[in-house]
């Protein structure tokens, strides 16, 4: 069965350290992996896929097929990142979206 | 076009009554998704329209959840005998072209079933 693990809940980390979300998936063949992100006040909102294999506001994600992991990276938090994160896992040929369930990051000052 | 569009932004109802959710996705948007979020996890896919057809269920969609896009244009969330484990935020979404394709969410429908 597919299913996304966020293993944190909350990350806290100071304005200028690098911060790195955790994303580990279950699913036999090759899925497509997103992250999304939701400000405060705000809707969801897709940050970056790895399809796309862009950094989008200094953010990157490396898929590890061995790992089976997504991890999300900035080397350089800035307190506009604090935001709740999801992990989002959508399986080849089929639209069943399954998101873990988040990790909030607060940039401190 | 602002974006997705829900309504309403909120629902009170008590425990038995019947709720009915719209959603109007961006309008060359040909696929359309549903999903409930529950306090403390990550949005759950409900089911998912490609223009009117609905091609795709959740087994969380029991026979008391019924969608509609009639016309592949705005669609319907309808609970019938609601529940008090039918409290969640309401999630729209919708996207063009494939599986791999962003999808836009709406700002969701908060329903408290009392």
């Known amino acids: 069965a597919q299913r996304v693990t966020q293993p944190e809940k909350l990350l806290s980390v100071f304005k200028g350290a690098p911060v790195e979300l955790k994303c580990n998936y279950s699913?036999?063949?090759?899925?497509?992996l997103f992250w999304y992100v939701q400000y405060s006040r705000q809707r969801l909102q897709l940050l970056l896929r790895?399809?796309s294999r862009e950094s989008i506001k200094g953010f990157t994600a490396d898929l590890n097929k061995g790992e089976t992991s997504f991890h999300l990276k900035k080397p350089f938090a800035q307190e506009e990142d604090s935001a709740m994160y999801y992990c989002?896992?959508?399986?080849?040929?089929?639209?069943?979206?399954?998101f873990g369930a988040g990790t909030r990051l607060t940039v401190k000052p | 076009d602002t974006g997705v569009s829900q309504n309403p932004r909120h629902k009170i109802t008590k425990r038995g009554q019947n709720v009915t959710f719209r959603c109007d996705p961006i309008?060359?948007?040909?696929?359309l998704y549903w999903y409930r979020q529950t306090l403390g996890q990550g949005p759950e896919f409900l089911t998912y329209?490609?223009?009117?057809?609905?091609?795709?269920k959740s087994r969380l969609l029991s026979d008391r959840f019924s969608a509609e896009r009639p016309k592949g244009s705005f669609s319907t969330l309808e609970i019938q005998r609601t529940e008090q484990g039918d409290s969640a935020m309401y999630l729209c979404?919708?996207?063009?072209?494939?599986?791999?394709?962003?999808?836009?969410f709406g700002p969701g429908t908060r329903l408290t079933v009392l």
């Open positions: 309008s060359e948007h040909n696929r």
């Open positions: 329209f490609q223009n009117e057809a609905q091609l795709e």
């Open positions: 699913y036999s063949g090759s899925p497509e």
């Open positions: 790895h399809i």
């Open positions: 989002a896992l959508s399986p080849l040929n089929n639209n069943d979206m399954r």
């Open positions: 979404a919708s996207s063009w072209g494939g599986s791999y394709n962003e999808q836009f």
